[in-house]
């Protein structure tokens, strides 16, 4: 037996003490798919069926030829520590036996290991990295710095996945399911409005908006909530009627009020003090004819 506390890249760093994590290693061997069980602390939400499809197509050619690793729980029964794909594919392809290493580590490694192993793969979609990081954060006890500085990456790049568990659960479900990209969504978090957020998502898939596109809608929105002096930068009407109240604006000699929902239901109210003002709009109207 071989006793090894290398914990590869990304996750010795990431543990402060790295001797709490030392694992006992005792080579591959072949475990009864049936005495496996899946990883509790399983970042990933979702898997690819097609993808798990054409795995397990090469599984059934030429075998699996990286073992996944397990931990033991009981006599019989092992734990999946990484591999969760590849356990699923070798079960789709109707193996009893799977080649593994099996490690002994803590519930608190555990969850380090598995969150670590899936935050360094690319296939995981934004919003379960930014679970990730909150769990890394939370249950963990790590701060942002620490965590950036820790997985290499930009303090910010960690706050962008972060915040992005902030917009409402559409924008969020769209996301996973590549409606919208990380640059849409990034554009959307800088709008304080929830309705407002979801409103320009709802445009987006619509108009097929550009991130430059929804950039520059934020951007408007935000300048002219600074202008106006409003703690709220909720809009009364989808951004590309903007031309429109222009339009109405420049018609009319008096306030022009539009509010419309992103079906294009709404409403136009022209404002006027006076007698005098109503006669003005009137008139206006009268010499379109």
């Known amino acids: 037996m071989v006793k090894r506390s290398g914990l590869g890249r990304g996750l010795g760093a990431l543990i402060d003490d790295a001797d709490k994590v030392k694992e006992q290693i005792s080579g591959v061997a072949e475990i009864e798919i049936s005495n496996i069980e899946a990883n509790p602390f399983q970042p990933r939400t979702t898997f690819d069926q097609e993808s798990l499809e054409e795995l397990a197509i090469s599984i059934r050619e030429i075998g699996l030829i990286q073992p996944i690793t397990l931990r033991k729980i009981s006599a019989e029964k092992y734990q999946i520590i990484a591999g969760e794909r590849r356990f699923r594919a070798a079960q789709i392809a109707g193996l009893a036996r799977i080649p593994a290493f099996i490690r ?14 899936n935050i360094q793969r690319e296939d995981l979609n934004p919003i379960e990295v930014g679970v990730s990081y909150q769990r890394l954060i939370e249950e963990c006890n790590l701060t942002q710095e620490t965590l950036s500085s820790r997985l290499g990456k930009k303090r910010s790049t960690v706050a962008n996945y972060l915040r992005l568990l902030k917009l409402p659960a559409i924008i969020q479900k769209g996301l996973i399911e590549k409606e919208i990209s990380m640059g849409h969504a990034r554009a959307l978090i800088s709008i304080d409005d929830q309705e407002t957020q979801v409103m320009i998502f709802e445009q987006i898939k619509k108009y097929d908006f550009t991130v430059r596109k929804v950039e520059e809608i934020a951007r408007n929105l935000n300048e002219e909530k600074k202008e106006a002096g409003v703690k709220s930068n909720k809009v009364k009407y989808p951004y590309h009627y903007q031309p429109i109240k222009e339009t109405l604006d420049n018609f009319f000699p008096s306030p022009v009020k539009l509010t419309a929902d992103s079906q294009g239901k ?10 005098e003002d109503l006669q003005k709009i009137v008139k206006s109207l009268e010499d379109k004819k």
Not at 266 to 275: D, L, P, T, V, Y
Request: charged share 35%; glycine share 4%; hydrophobic share 45%.
């Open 104 to 117: 002994e580590v803590d519930n608190d490694s555990m969850l380090e290991m598995a969150l670590v192993e």
């Open 266 to 275: 709404g409403k136009i109210i022209i404002s006027f003090k006076s007698e």
